[in-house]
T-cell receptor, first 114, second 117 residues
């Protein structure tokens, strides 16, 4: 069965600082990987996805993520955080079903200090 | 395009009451999903549908029923609400690519916050 672990429940950074959110997955084959962002009171918005090819993927809002098969990781990064990036971030994995099941991590809450 | 919409946005129920949550999508997507979101647990799949007239159970289906009579709508029902069903409910949809393969990319609605007293 596939699973996703986001080790950090809550991260606080200063505005302008760099950011890395960790995501580890468990899946037997090549996974499809996603990062979603959820602003307070809102639905989930797709930031980026990895299906195959280049292991460094670019997303919206200046985010990027790197797929590392040897470490079973798909960490999300941003070089300079803006106050508007404060939100909850979810990593998800898909694959192995005929109906597109997504398995989500527990989420990481990002707080940005001015 | 409105994308995925959910009705209502908020609801308070008493234990034992019933209600239906409506999800609508205008993207002509084949697949639709209902999730619940609880603190520290991410999103968990309740039920899903791979097409009009078909539904199936997800990870946490107990206490819920669904129907997909029209391709654009996916209804989630609670027949006898319990406090354990207090949660935020999200609907999502997905599509097949041009080659017919499942895209795996899901589009989410804004959510319904349900409180059961």
């Amino acid at each position: 069965a596939q699973s996703v672990t986001q080790p950090d429940i809550h991260i606080t950074v200063s505005e302008g600082a760099s950011l890395e959110l960790r995501c580890n997955y468990s899946y037997g084959a090549t996974p499809y990987l996603f990062w979603y962002v959820q602003s307070p009171g809102q639905g989930l918005q797709l930031l980026l996805k990895y299906f195959s090819g280049d292991t460094l993927v670019q997303g919206i809002k200046g985010f990027e993520a790197e797929f590392k098969r040897s470490q079973s990781s798909f960490n999300l990064r941003k070089p300079s955080v803006h106050w508007s990036d404060a939100a909850e971030y979810f990593c998800a994995v898909a694959g192995g079903t005929s109906y597109g099941k997504l398995t989500f991590g527990q989420g990481t809450i990002l707080t940005v200090h001015p | 395009n409105a994308g995925v919409t959910q009705t209502p946005k908020f609801r308070v129920l008493k234990t034992g009451q019933s209600m239906t949550l409506l999800c609508a999508q205008d993207m002509n997507h084949e697949y639709m999903y209902w999730y619940r979101q609880d603190p520290g647990m991410g999103l968990r799949l309740i039920h899903y549908s791979v097409g009009e007239g078909t539904t199936a159970k997800g990870e946490v289906p107990d206490g819920y029923n669904v129907s997909r009579l029209k391709k654009q709508n996916f209804l989630l029902g609670l027949e006898s609400a319990a406090p354990s069903q207090t949660s935020v409910y999200f609907c999502a949809s997905s599509y097949r690519s041009g080659q017919g393969a499942l895209s795996y990319e899901q589009f989410f609605g804004p959510g319904t916050r349900l409180t059961v007293l």
